[in-house]
Structures are given as C-alpha cells and as structure tokens.
C-alpha cells in the first residue's frame, strides 16, 4: 500500500504529466469530457500501484501504459465519435430541415493550453481532421498508432505496454497507417497562412458574422468548404450552400453576435453568443481549419458544456463581463489572433 510519503512523492513527479495525458486521452477518445474523467482514474490507478512501481521504465512511460490501458477499457463496446460530415451521409439541401442527433456520440473540441509554444509543438496531433480519422480506426489500432506514431515509442515498448508481441504490434501499426491514410488528409496539401494572414481573415470573419453580412462570410472560405454543427447530423459543401443555410435557416440576426477567441486543436476558433434581451448568451463553440486559400472546414459544437472548458462564461450580461483574466474579450486585435497557428 502507499505509504503517506510516497503519495507525495507520486503527486509531486506526476502532476507535470497530467496536461500530456489529458490529450493522449483525448486522442483516444475524442471527448474532453472523457478525457478527463480517464485521466483521473490513470492517477487513481497509479497511485494505489506506486509502491510497486519498479522504476525499469520512467515514471512517464508508466503513468501511459496505464492511461492507454485504461482508455481502451473504457472504448470496450463504445461507438466512434464521428463529426456529421464523417457519417458517411452525402452533403445536405439547406432547404431540409435540422436533424438534432442527440443521441449519436459526438467529437468534441480539445482546449490548447495558454503557451503558445506548446500549441505549435503539439497542434498537428491534436488537429480535429486527424481525431476524427482516428475515430475510424478499431481502438487497439488507435492505441498502437498513437504511441508509436504520435508519442515515437519503440515496437517493443508498445508491446510490453499492451502485454503483446513486437511482431503483433508492427502488423497492427501497418494497417493501421494504411487505414488512416483512406480518411485522414494529406497535410503535406495543406498551406496554412502565415500569422499576418490569419489574422487579417479572422479579423474580417469577426466583422463579417457580428453584422450577418453573408456574402462576406462565404467569400473567406473556399469552393469546397465544409460546414458542419453537432449535434446536427446535416453538414453542407460549398459556398453556395453555406449561403443558403446562414440566410434562411440560421436565426441569429445582424448585430445580435459576439464572437470571444480561443484555441482548439490547434486550430482558431470563436465562443459565439447571441445576443438576446440585453444578455448575450452561449451559442455555440466554432472550430476553423484555415489554409492560404480561405476556410475550408467550420465546425460548430452547440454543446454549452464545452465554454467551461475553453474558460468562458455561459453569459455575458455586461461590459465588465468581456473582460476575463485581464484581458479585454471583446477586442479581437492581432495580440489576441496572433497566437492561433
């Protein structure tokens, strides 16, 4: 049993991984809300076990094997948590009405941290496209794949963690990678903007939304784009159809929008509230993948459970309330913009 001391112990050298272990969960997963409850139960797990822990691997690589095992526990029998243009389902008429799919296990959006270096360092395995392709992947393969290819562990480390052989593992990684590589986009396709240019296309998405001006919100995005709403099973292709929809079904009027930065995934997004009586109120979460050529994917969560995550509040009755941690909400200027990459 743990003793008093090794329990401080054990938190002290732990508690740095808990942030990476939250997005190894979340890859896994697709949740943050999954994601956290797993990573508690990683800690509650090691914790009872740390007086045997004996040291031939590091603290880190064991606090993994057990997050893995524990996620993969909890994946037993679980559906894959889809994005409504991954169902399988063909674009939607934004003449059809809504399908509210509350049912369906939705991907939700992973918060990034407040360094910015770490953002950059960590964006590219936590982009929402590639979640949501490892979604498809059986959850073994997902594990396997995600130590070896995102964390870089060594064949035999994967199969000490999953009580396997080297020879198992390699096999279960080469279909994997060639599963993934059917749903994933290539991102070596993918041109991101510099900063200078993100900033200038958010900053007019701001204005373009905040005063419904549809013809120039559709100009940001690209002939293809994707625009989709969990948990709205219906997604849309195009600018054309992003139009219709924004005119004709979307209820929020011009100037009833505010839009608060954040980042998720890697990626630039908006908590967007509609304005309502005097009170804004939390509308839904929206997630951008950006390219040198516009927008070509928008997801927006309308779970309201996901402002806490990302620190905000579920109102914003005044203008003391834009103000969050010293820092002005409401003025979306490059020092705010410029650290989504």
Not at 102 to 124: C, K, M, N, Y
Not at 250 to 276: H, K
Request: proline share 6%; aromatic share 8%; hydrophobic share 40%.
């Amino acid at each position: 049993m743990t003793t008093t001391t090794e329990s401080v112990d054990f938190l002290h050298e732990a508690d740095p991984y808990r942030r990476e272990l939250l997005a190894h969960c979340y890859r896994m997963l697709g949740s943050i809300h999954d994601a956290e409850d797993l990573v508690q139960e990683t800690y509650i797990r090691a914790w009872k076990a740390y007086d045997k822990f004996e040291k031939r691997s590091s603290l880190r690589t064991w606090l993994y094997r057990i997050a893995t095992n524990v996620c993969l526990t909890a994946l037993d029998g679980r559906e894959r948590r889809p994005l409504p243009a991954g169902l399988g389902t063909p674009d939607s008429d934004p003449a059809d009405p809504l399908n509210e799919r509350d049912e369906v296990p939705w991907l939700e959006p992973f918060p990034d941290g407040a360094d910015p270096a770490s953002i950059v360092a960590a964006r590219e395995t936590v982009r929402l496209a590639l979640i949501a392709a490892l979604q498809h992947l059986p959850p073994r393969q997902r594990a396997v794949l995600i130590l070896r290819d995102v964390l870089k562990w060594r064949a035999a480390e994967v199969a000490e963690a999953l009580d396997t052989t080297t020879t198992a593992v390699n096999s279960v990684l080469q279909r994997a990678r060639a599963q993934l590589d059917e749903v994933a986009p290539n991102a070596d396709d993918v041109t991101e903007p510099t900063d200078a240019e993100q900033r200038e296309l958010l900053a007019r998405y701001v204005s373009a939304f905040e005063a419904k001006n549809v013809p120039e919100i559709v100009a940001l995005f690209t002939e293809d784009a994707v625009f989709d709403m969990p948990p709205y099973a219906v997604w849309y292709r195009g600018r054309e159809n992003i139009a219709r929809h924004l005119a004709h079904t979307c209820p929020v009027g011009p100037g009833e929008l505010r839009l608060i930065p954040v980042s998720a995934n890697g990626q630039p997004g908006f908590g967007t509230y509609w304005v309502r009586d005097g009170v804004a109120k939390a509308f839904n979460l929206v997630v951008l993948t950006l390219t040198k050529d516009g927008i070509t994917h928008s997801t927006s969560f309308f779970d309201t459970s996901l402002f806490e995550k990302f620190g905000l509040p579920l109102e914003l009755t005044d203008e003391s309330a834009f103000v969050r941690d010293g820092h002005d909400l409401g003025a979306v200027g490059s020092a705010q913009l410029g650290h989504r990459a």
